[in-house]
T-cell receptor, first 111, second 118 residues
């Protein structure tokens, strides 16, 4: 079962913030976040392993609420290079060692 | 960083022919590789998990006789689309996990193969 991502798409002006959400109906062991630009392979952003864990680098961070099986990706002071499609990948407790990706969130950052 | 090489980048073939796609880990040994399929503007759908020296594990709904996966060495996995038809046209992308010990490590993706079946 595919995790659900929201919103499906978002348009920002450079410098604005955005939040992308990912939720699963199943218990999760970990949540991964990737960004894919058109015609390219997805690129790893971060992994969150523990309930309540938060991670971040630069102006992109994420949180993982293990009890709610939800994760959020936070993009602050967005840059043009942030444009792309963001996917969350979930590793389920009952089906570990494989990653199932969400439907994706298309982000466009305009000047 | 870990590099995964995938070839070919694109292939056009006639209906009924078979196409082989190679996925290599260049600077690390990948005991496990994953094959995904992606339709335009859609998500990455896991097709199968490829394990070195053993049979691949296919996801529900994926025809294992149509999508043959071989993981003969620690650095090479191949996906063969047999008797391809236009509905098999898609973007196929492989990936490998570097540290599969404690759950899934981060995935490194190949550049993908765009298959067009005429």
């Amino acid at each position: 079962q595919q995790p659900v991502q929201s919103p499906q798409a978002v348009i920002l002006r450079e410098g604005e913030d955005a939040v992308i959400n990912c939720s699963s109906s199943k218990a999760l062991y970990s949540v991964h976040w990737y960004r894919q630009k058109h015609g390219e392979a997805p690129v790893f952003l971060m992994i969150l392993l523990k309930g309540g864990e938060q991670k971040g680098h630069d102006k992109i961070s994420a949180s993982f609420n293990e009890k709610k099986q939800q994760s959020s990706l936070y993009l602050t002071a967005s840059q043009l290079s942030y444009s792309g499609t963001y996917f969350c990948g979930t590793e389920r407790v009952d089906s570990s060692y494989k990653l199932i990706f969400g439907s994706g969130t298309r982000l466009l950052v305009r000047p | 960083g870990a590099v995964v090489s995938q070839h070919p980048s694109w292939v056009i073939c006639k209906s009924g022919t078979s196409v082989k796609i190679e996925c290599r880990s260049l600077d690390f040994q990948a005991t496990t590789m994953f094959w995904y399929r992606q339709f335009p503007k859609q998500s990455l759908m896991l097709m199968a998990t490829s394990n070195e020296g053993s049979k691949a594990t296919y996801e529900q709904g994926v025809e294992k006789d149509k999508f043959l996966i071989n993981h003969a060495s620690l650095t090479l996995s191949t996906l063969t689309v047999t008797s391809a038809h236009p509905e098999d046209s898609s973007f196929y992308i492989c990936s490998a996990s570097v540290f599969p010990g404690q759950g899934m490590g981060k995935l490194f993706f190949g550049s993908g193969t765009q298959l067009s079946v005429l």
